[in-house]
């Protein structure tokens, strides 16, 4: 039985599928074989879930550079400016979440958005401008995998709903 068949079959029986790793490993991998039509599906709360965490992190830097600059080993100005340039991206990623069809370009606008963000925040920990913490480290890296996390979701979803259009 081929794994997509079988995967099929346990869709049937009501449980989830899982697919199979193609390459040298041949292990299983837990994500379903119809994730990118979940992803298309539930667009709007993925945009609702990236509204509230960068919603959290714009208030994190502008309100806490202060405090955070000790501890991340960040300057308080670099934390409160990176603030500052989320907020209208925030406002972008709630009107697309808010909307019953997201205009494509403005998709594309936010996905390109993460991706520069999350290639900026990999630089600026390698470019030696700034001296982080461990956890100045972490929070940059951090955010930046989960970013571009974002991104590919987002990609994801636009591509899958091309395909059903």
Same mark, same amino acid.
């Given at each position: 039985m081929?794994?997509?068949?079988?995967?099929? +079959?346990?869709? /049937? /029986? +009501?449980r989830p599928a899982l697919s199979r790793v193609h390459g040298d490993t041949g292990g299983v991998s837990l994500v379903p074989e119809d994730f990118e039509e979940f992803v298309t599906a539930r667009w709007r709360e993925l945009y609702a879930v990236a509204t509230v965490t960068t919603g959290a992190c714009v208030v994190l830097l502008i309100a806490g550079a202060g405090f955070l600059e000790s501890l991340l080993g960040l300057p308080a100005a670099l934390l409160r400016g990176a603030g500052l &340039?989320? &907020?209208?991206?925030?406002g972008l990623v709630a009107w697309l979440g808010l909307r019953d069809h997201a205009p494509r370009p403005a998709v594309w /606008?936010?996905? +390109?958005?993460?991706?520069?963000?999350a290639v900026d925040s990999v630089l600026l920990v390698l470019s030696g401008w700034v001296q982080p913490t461990a956890a100045g480290m972490a929070f940059v890296l951090g955010q930046a995998a989960v970013v571009a996390m974002y991104a590919e979701l987002q990609f994801m979803g636009l591509r899958r709903s091309a395909v059903l259009a």
């Open positions: 081929s794994p997509r068949t079988e995967a099929r +079959g346990l869709l /049937a /029986a +009501g &340039v989320l &907020v209208p991206f925030v /606008a936010v996905i +390109g958005l993460n991706l520069l963000w």
